[in-house]
């Protein structure tokens, strides 16, 4: 097995509020890791040190086998390996749904711009959504809006996404086609790590889900262990609520 994500002794202050305090977590290659949690437990925080776009107190990241936090890795072919998509999906407004996919792969890999052209096409049609390629954002609901955002991580040729509650700003009848496109990914084996409150999709396409609470990895387990079986008195209570 080969880790693609770990992470040890995590640690995360903003000021004197300490957001993380000491996380460990591996994530194996083709593993699904869903994170659960109550909100303000710290669970976007911890999204956003694994490509450094916060900067960890302490602890160690090592993301495939390159520690990020060593001043001399190459940040930016580190941040190309990891696809992200948050709650908002931010496309350029200005730029048709195929410009949008093409933008990163075009100008920071330097690719052939018909080979750009094709795969960012590819990336539609895996998306289903290669019929809007010619659409501007605003044309757009919101769950295509989302759809065309994945396709625009995937462009750099990712191998971990990390997904930031994805659905969470969709009206309900968009979150269906959002999380298919998300299992489909999952099943070609993409290695994934999901922030998501849709328990469903935790049960049906996790390998393992993890409880975030206060800072701390509270429970983990098999999807049954967690919403089944879960031993932390925490992770019981916001189950209760959620399931
Ligand atoms: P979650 O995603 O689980 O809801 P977050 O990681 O967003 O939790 O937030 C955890 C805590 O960190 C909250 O108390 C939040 O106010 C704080 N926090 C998050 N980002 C910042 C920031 N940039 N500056 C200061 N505090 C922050
Ligand atoms: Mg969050």
Sequence with gaps: MTVKVSVKDLHKSY???EVLKGINLDVQENEVVVMIGPSGSGKSTFLRTLNKLE???SGEITINGSNLLDPKTNL???????????QHFNLFPHLTV????????????????????????????????REKADAMPAQLSGGQKQRVAIAR?????????LFDEPTSALDPE?????????????????????VTHEMGFAKQV?????????????EQGTPQEVFDNPQDPRAKDFLDKVL
Aim: charged share 25%; aromatic share 4%.
């Design 15 to 17: 000021g004197d509020n």
């Design 55 to 57: 900067e960890p107190t």
């Design 76 to 86: 930016n072919k580190i941040r190309e390996n990891i696809g992200m998509v948050f």
């Design 98 to 129: 195929l410009q949008n996919v093409m933008l990163a792969p075009t100008e920071l890999k330097k690719a052939d711009s018909s080979e750009a052209k094709k795969e960012a096409l590819d990336l539609l049609d895996q998306v289903g959504l």
């Design 153 to 161: 991580a995937l462009a750099m040729k990712p191998s971990i996404m």
């Design 174 to 194: 968009m979150v269906g086609d959002v999380l298919a496109v998300m299992k489909d990914l999952a099943e070609k084996g993409m290695t994934m790590i999901v």
């Design 206 to 218: 996790a390998d393992r889900v993890v409880f975030f609470a206060d800072g701390y990895i509270r």
